[in-house]
């Protein structure tokens, strides 16, 4: 069935530093890729998204790559900063359906001032 | 206005009680979704309701039950839990099936703890 993996589970990073999240999904009619921030006790927050048609976004300090041919999507984060700190999911769906988002496990991500 | 709220915050409920949860959201959404938590988990979904029919259950079982009473509410009725029903239970809208944006929004869930 349809799945997505996630990498690393845990990531610790000194701040200013980048950190990278990497996700491989199965389902290549999979054509939407979110990502989630979740912080302790919060709802998870849409921080960025991408779709199949395009290879790169960027906002501010926060990048997704996708390779399609590959079913890589990558979370990029640069000069990273303590509020950064939180667990990150993944995700994929297809469109034109009902939107079923399959998650990764999540990253666990730790910045160190 | 990308909110999406929840009633209540934290439930504590009997094994023997009925009670509910309630989603509202107001962005014109037409898709709802109901998924649950476990702690350092992803979420899961449970529920898809779209143009306030069922569209999608994910094999939940029966003690649990969803309601859209109409385009802006959510309701998840709860009847005879087990103590590993306890999670986070999270409501989200998105603008619905054949429309351009999918972004899809979450509610602050609703802690529930089952004794």
């Known amino acids: 069935g349809e799945n997505v993996e996630q990498h690393p589970s845990t990531l610790s990073v000194q701040e200013g530093d980048s950190a990278v999240i990497k996700c491989t999904y199965s389902?290549?009619?999979?054509?939407?890729f979110p990502w989630y921030k979740q912080e302790l006790g919060k709802r998870p927050q849409l921080i960025i998204d991408?779709?199949?048609?395009?290879g790169e976004k960027k906002d501010q300090r926060i990048a997704v790559t996708l390779n399609k041919t590959a079913k890589h999507f990558s979370l990029h984060i640069t000069e990273t900063q303590p509020e950064d700190s939180a667990v990150y999911f993944c995700?994929?769906?297809?469109?034109?359906?009902?939107?079923?988002?399959?998650f990764g496990a999540g990253t666990r991500l730790a910045v160190h001032p | 206005d990308t909110e999406v709220t929840q009633t209540p915050k934290h439930l504590v409920m009997g094994m023997t009680n009925k009670k509910s949860l309630k989603c509202e959201q107001h962005?014109?959404?037409?898709?709802m979704y109901w998924y649950k938590q476990k702690a350092k988990k992803p979420p899961e979904l449970m529920f898809v309701?779209?143009?306030?029919?069922?569209?999608i259950n994910e094999s939940v079982p029966s003690r649990f039950s969803p309601e859209c009473p109409n385009s802006s509410l959510l309701n998840l009725h709860l009847h005879a839990l087990q103590p590993e029903d306890s999670a986070l239970y999270l409501c989200?809208?998105?603008?619905?099936?054949?429309?351009?944006?999918?972004?899809?929004?979450f509610g602050p869930g609703t802690r529930l703890t089952v004794t």
């Open positions: 309701y779209s143009y306030e029919k069922l569209s």
């Open positions: 991408i779709r199949s048609n395009v």
């Open positions: 389902d290549s009619a999979s054509n939407y």
């Open positions: 989200a809208s998105s603008q619905g099936p054949g429309q351009v944006n999918y972004e899809q929004y």
């Open positions: 995700a994929a769906s297809k469109s034109g359906g009902y939107n079923k988002l399959i």
């Open positions: 962005m014109g959404h037409r898709a």
